[in-house]
């Protein structure tokens, strides 16, 4: 039985009309699955709709096989923004999501000192977020995730978590990330709009495509394990493919705005 | 450091005193303009009941006032970020009771509660709640919706997105309203007692214009000034270890 599986989704808001329609996949235990389409596609629609921040959706949604609506909170979520809070220092921040159980102080700091040790963030605990590099943030936000994610959440939902960083850092941070979800007993969702990361890290990579968007491709990417493969020619086909996806929505897109602002 | 800071502030302020004790000396007439050296003597000559009767009577209705303006600009913001109805249907008011011109009322206000320092509470509130008001309830709606949707995500009920969240994120703005609160308290307290009372500055003040005495009438204005001065200095030392963050953000 798959953790999470989507049937026909579809949702809009009553003001802007449909965002995604006719969403259908699943999610296996242990997968990671990442979804890759154009900025404002709809991308991110699908993890409010798993997090339950909207609801009134069309088809059905289901967590092990039950509707979502019954089952309790899935996942712990890490948004584009790091959005740390200033006046907490990074412990605090980090043990925040622990603070809806009933815990003795010292142990919830113990565990969030434990997140950040494991996201080599040890000996920052007092630092306010202000005083963290980019990078450093992100990790912080990361170890908040994981955090969440103590709280009984099977799956951890990744939403373009390195787009505001420099590519460099981006780089090493994708490195860091894929050893990170490899040792975590976790199944993970990513979005991204950088092909490179979805092939990188995830075993399966979902397309959305159109407006409303629905799912153009689900494309098998398990054989990239590591940067270098991704320059073996099925890789390399496999990338020429989704860009060409990709590309033909954002020519598609861009009629599309034209014929809108033609029309005002 | 902080001396240096200052230097341009405090080299303009003598310059002023400096300006107004030449016209004094020239105008020559102490009951029109006392000389800033007039009024210090006169702060010195009547410093028993300035500082004993009349200082403490006015900071009492001052930190009333001010005390039942934070209370109900705090709750009333709590309640209109917390309902949209409340919003729509009290915001307009508030806005509304700063068009009310208080000078001209607060002589009903001691018809309708006596010459004790109630009526002149009133002035100050009516004065102060409204700067609190509105920058708490600013302050509350400042906070990010996806930081609010990420607490959510967490399991973080409504209450605790308010006291993790939104109170903090307030913090500034309510320490803003304050620092223009305490010296629009004192002047509303003042004012309350030019209007009806049997002691404080503002009374005090009255008194020594009825007997053509210049200084006289400045010693209490000076006194008000720098209790302001030391209230706010007060508030901002406050905000500074409280929110130290903000700077850093």
Same mark, same amino acid.
């Given at each position: 039985?798959?953790?999470?599986?989507?049937?026909?989704?579809?949702?809009?808001?009553?003001?802007?009309?449909?965002?995604?329609?006719?969403?259908?996949?699943?999610?296996?235990?242990?997968?990671?699955?990442?979804?890759?389409?154009?900025?404002?596609?709809?991308?991110?629609?699908?993890?409010?709709?798993?997090?339950?921040?909207?609801?009134?959706?069309?088809?059905?949604?289901?967590?092990?096989?039950?509707?979502?609506?019954?089952?309790?909170?899935?996942?712990?979520?890490?948004?584009?923004?790091?959005?740390?809070?200033?006046?907490?220092?990074?412990?605090?921040?980090?043990?925040?999501?622990?603070?809806?159980?009933?815990?003795?102080?010292?142990?919830?700091?113990?565990?969030?000192?434990?997140?950040?040790?494991?996201?080599?963030?040890?000996?920052?605990?007092?630092?306010?977020?202000?005083?963290?590099?980019?990078?450093?943030?992100?990790?912080?936000?990361?170890?908040?995730?994981?955090?969440?994610?103590?709280?009984?959440?099977?799956?951890?939902?990744?939403?373009?978590?390195?787009?505001?960083?420099?590519?460099?850092?981006?780089?090493?941070?994708?490195?860091?990330?894929?050893?990170?979800?490899?040792?975590?007993?976790?199944?993970?969702?990513?979005?991204?709009?950088?092909?490179?990361?979805?092939?990188?890290?995830?075993?399966?990579?979902?397309?959305?495509?159109?407006?409303?968007?629905?799912?153009?491709?689900?494309?098998?990417?398990?054989?990239?394990?590591?940067?270098?493969?991704?320059?073996?020619?099925?890789?390399?086909?496999?990338?020429?493919?989704?860009?060409?996806?990709?590309?033909?929505?954002?020519?598609?897109?861009?009629?599309?705005?034209?014929?809108?602002?033609?029309?005002? | 450091?902080?001396?240096?800071?200052?230097?341009?502030?405090? @080299?303009?302020? =003598?310059?002023? $005193?400096? *300006?107004?004790?030449? &016209?004094?000396?020239?105008?020559?007439? +102490?009951?029109?303009?006392?000389?800033?050296?007039?009024?210090?003597?006169?702060?010195?000559?009547?410093?028993?009941?300035?500082?004993?009767?009349?200082?403490?009577?006015?900071?009492?209705?001052?930190?009333?006032?001010?005390?039942?303006?934070?209370?109900?600009?705090?709750?009333?913001?709590?309640?209109?970020?917390?309902?949209?109805?409340?919003?729509?249907?009290?915001?307009?008011?508030?806005?509304?009771?700063?068009?009310?011109?208080?000078?001209? @009322?607060?002589? =009903?206000?001691? $018809?309708? *509660?006596?010459?004790? &320092?109630?009526?002149?509470?009133?002035? +100050?509130?009516?004065?102060?709640?409204?700067?609190?008001?509105?920058?708490?309830?600013?302050?509350?709606?400042?906070?990010?919706?996806?930081?609010?949707?990420?607490?959510?995500?967490?399991?973080?009920?409504?209450?605790?997105?308010?006291?993790?969240?939104?109170?903090?994120?307030?913090?500034?703005?309510?320490?803003?309203?304050?620092?223009?609160?305490?010296?629009?308290?004192?002047?509303?307290?003042?004012?309350?007692?030019?209007?009806?009372?049997?002691?404080?500055?503002?009374?005090?003040?009255?008194?020594?214009?009825?007997?053509?005495?210049?200084?006289?009438?400045?010693?209490?204005?000076?006194?008000?000034?720098?209790?302001?001065?030391?209230?706010?200095?007060?508030?901002?030392?406050?905000?500074?270890?409280?929110?130290?963050?903000?700077?850093?953000?």
């Amino acid at each position: 039985m798959p953790l999470l599986e989507f049937n026909n989704v579809g949702f809009g808001y009553k003001t802007g009309g449909r965002i995604v329609d006719n969403i259908s996949f699943s999610v296996e235990k242990g997968e990671l699955v990442a979804i890759i389409g154009a900025s404002g596609c709809g991308k991110s629609t699908l993890f409010r709709l798993i997090t339950r921040l909207e609801a009134n959706y069309d088809g059905s949604i289901e967590v092990n096989g039950e509707p979502i609506e019954k089952s309790g909170a899935i996942a712990a979520f890490m948004p584009q923004k790091d959005l740390l809070l200033p006046w907490r220092n990074i412990l605090k921040n980090v043990a925040l999501p622990l603070e809806t159980l009933k815990m003795p102080k010292q142990e919830r700091i113990s565990r969030a000192k434990n997140a950040l040790s494991r996201v080599g963030l040890s000996g920052c605990e007092e630092k306010k977020p202000s005083e963290l590099s980019g990078g450093m943030r992100q990790r912080a936000s990361f170890a908040r995730t994981l955090m969440t994610a103590e709280l009984g959440r099977e799956l951890l939902l990744l939403d373009e978590p390195f787009s505001a960083l420099d590519s460099i850092t981006r780089t090493q941070m994708q490195d860091w990330l894929l050893k990170q979800v490899r040792s975590l007993d976790k199944t993970v969702m990513l979005i991204t709009h950088d092909i490179d990361e979805a092939l990188l890290l995830a075993g399966r990579v979902i397309v959305l495509c159109d407006k409303p968007a629905s799912i153009a491709r689900q494309a098998d990417s398990s054989m990239i394990k590591s940067r270098e493969h991704l320059f073996t020619p099925q890789a390399i086909q496999l990338k020429e493919e989704l860009t060409q996806l990709l590309s033909a929505d954002a020519v598609l897109r861009e009629a599309d705005t034209e014929v809108t602002e033609n029309a005002r | 450091m902080r001396v240096k800071k200052r230097l341009p502030a405090i @080299i303009t302020a =003598l310059c002023l $005193l400096f *300006l107004w004790q030449i &016209i004094a000396m020239c105008i020559n007439a +102490a009951y029109i303009l006392p000389s800033p050296v007039q009024v210090a003597i006169k702060i010195w000559e009547l410093k028993e009941p300035l500082f004993t009767v009349h200082t403490p009577a006015t900071l009492l209705v001052t930190l009333v006032g001010l005390v039942i303006s934070i209370v109900l600009g705090i709750a009333l913001a709590v309640i209109m970020d917390r309902y949209e109805f409340w919003e729509r249907a009290l915001y307009p008011v508030i806005v509304t009771t700063q068009t009310i011109p208080v000078t001209a @009322i607060a002589p =009903l206000f001691v $018809l309708w *509660l006596g010459y004790g &320092i109630w009526s002149k509470v009133l002035v +100050a509130v009516l004065i102060t709640f409204f700067p609190i008001t509105i920058s708490v309830h600013d302050g509350l709606k400042s906070t990010k919706r996806e930081n609010e949707e990420l607490m959510k995500t967490m399991g973080l009920s409504s209450l605790q997105i308010f006291l993790k969240l939104k109170i903090p994120a307030c913090l500034p703005y309510f320490f803003s309203a304050v620092k223009m609160a305490v010296p629009l308290s004192i002047i509303g307290a003042a004012m309350g007692e030019w209007l009806g009372a049997q002691s404080g500055l503002g009374y005090f003040s009255k008194r020594m214009m009825t007997q053509l005495d210049g200084a006289g009438v400045f010693a209490p204005v000076v006194v008000l000034a720098v209790c302001a001065m030391l209230a706010v200095a007060v508030i901002t030392a406050l905000e500074r270890k409280l929110i130290a963050w903000r700077k850093e953000v």
